[in-house]
């Protein structure tokens, strides 16, 4: 484990706005208040975006195809601030995970979020977040223990792609700082899953507006057949996000019955299986070609036995679905322990026997606390020490 970066700025409250996270046409109405001509806002806004999200860039200076005096305007009003990096960590197996500070909402002293990128031989994924904490509270993610501070904006959102493709040299023309354990592929970041910290179908609207920034392909240009959302199953949202967001679906189903489904992700006493998997069915553009995601974490001796398997290839027959066995990720306080190996073969035998393939997703950024579901923002962490050492 590597330290990248250590910055420790005075908390500022920006004045000025970046323009990070502005749609195209909240993009239009920021030229517009500071005086740009009704008939130039279409080709300057559409200069600027592409400088920004095309490009990336994160100085006025370089558009070049803005006038001197407009770009000085422009810096003078607005920023092209990302999330501020607090510390930046680096995994033995080349996972990468960035502690973002963004603005207190004024409620909580913690606003800190996290941003994991997993490198694989030819692709690499982004892992963002939604929320600041979740309001949901499943038993075996970490995160469900803290409590939701605040909703992510679109900026802080579609920031935290911005600021992996500065880090990762991911931008047309760039290069990586660090190029070790980078994928081959052209773009760093070829994946884009939404299963970091929160709840993204419970800050629709702001993750929604981001997606349109990521999937636009004058911005950064990221396909929605390679963005995933992750939903513990907020079922009245689900059709929405498809005809509104059209991306991949992931599901965190984690168990086969209500009884225990109750347990593990809470939100399933208020949207049961049955109409889950019903929403599931009819998520728009579902096929054999964009399969649903199922998550299941292995939990040993809690929905692991060969009755769950069965049950499972029971419950998503003539869903056109993929399952994806995860490992459970231990975090200190936890009670539940992850499924013995021998356990999670035979469990995926019997799903494959089904015709699933079921690649159990390897725990990637163990030793830098960067698995799925253990992120937690550090000064959480800290407060809890902190406590301890009060006492
Ligand atoms: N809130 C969304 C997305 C974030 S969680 C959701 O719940 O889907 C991303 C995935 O990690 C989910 O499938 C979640 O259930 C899983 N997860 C949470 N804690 C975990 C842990 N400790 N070990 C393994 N997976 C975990
Ligand atoms: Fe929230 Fe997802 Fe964790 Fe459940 S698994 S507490 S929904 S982040």
Redesign the pocket.
Known sequence: MTELASINHASTQHVRPSLVGQSRTGLQDLLKDIGIPERQLRMRSSQIWRWVYGHGIRDFDLMENVPKDLRAELSQHFTLDRPEIVTGQKSSDGTRKWLLRVPSNGVARSSEIETVYIPEENRGTLCIS?QIG?T?S?T?????TQRLVRNLTPGEIAGQIMLARDELGDWPGAEAAQKENLPDSERKITNI????????LYNFDAVRDAMAIANDNEGLSHSRRRITL???GVVPEISRWGEEAGTML???L?AVRDDLRDEL?PINRKFPIAELLEACRNYPGVSNARRITF?Y?MLKGINDSASDARELVRLLKGIPAKINL??????PG?D?ECSDWDQIEKFSDIVNRAGYASPVRT?RGRDIMA????LKSASERLSVKERTAAK
Request: hydrophobic share 35%.
């Open positions: 939604s979740c949901l499943c075996f993610c970490h995160t469900g899953v939404l299963m970091g910290m929160g709840e993204p992750s939903t513990s992931a599901i965190s984690h992700v998550e974490v995860i490992p459970f990720n231990p975090w936890t539940y725990p698995a799925c579901g253990q």
